[in-house]
């Protein structure tokens, strides 16, 4: 992975954990997804300032249709990829302005992020006993082992 695969950004850990903007909460009862909050507010400022103009440039509409299909596949149950194919519509588009289906789209995600929308599964419960898997690595030679207990 090279150098700066060790910085800041990159690796982490905690709960939650932050990956590629979608917040990932672990519990004993389950999983939790939802946008970060950061991404939600820097997302609502562009599709703000869109609505505001009145104009999304391509290359503007790639990119936050990029980062918007990403929290469609993670956490709207990928209701949201509907709302997204203006927005990657314009991204191809050499047109600003904005159509109406691109406005209501930008409206529905603003919509969306003021609603706080979560995507929360709970574990299945499994009559069999738990297992554990214990895993380590090295470098140098390259290997990897695994031991597993029933």
């Known amino acids: 992975m090279g150098t700066s695969a060790i910085s800041e950004k990159k690796l982490c850990a905690g709960n939650p954990l932050v990956v590629l903007g979608i917040e990932i909460k672990l519990s004993a009862s389950g999983i939790v997804f939802k946008p970060a909050e950061d991404k939600i507010c ?9 609505l505001e103009q009145e104009m ?7 990119k936050l249709g990029g980062a918007l299909q990403w929290a469609a596949q993670s956490t709207f149950r ?9 927005i990657t519509k314009q991204g191809h588009s050499r047109s600003s302005t904005l159509s109406k289906e691109l406005k209501w789209a930008l409206q529905w995600w603003l919509e969306v992020f003021e609603m706080g929308i979560v995507e929360e599964r709970k574990w299945k419960t499994c009559s069999m006993p738990p297992v554990h898997l214990f895993c380590d690595a090295r470098s140098t030679p390259p290997r990897i082992a695994a031991v597993l207990f029933k």
């Open 42 to 50: 820097k997302w609502s400022a562009r599709i703000g300032k869109a």
């Open 56 to 62: 999304l440039s391509p290359g503007e509409a790639s």
């Open 78 to 86: 990928r209701l949201g990829r509907a709302m997204v194919r203006p």
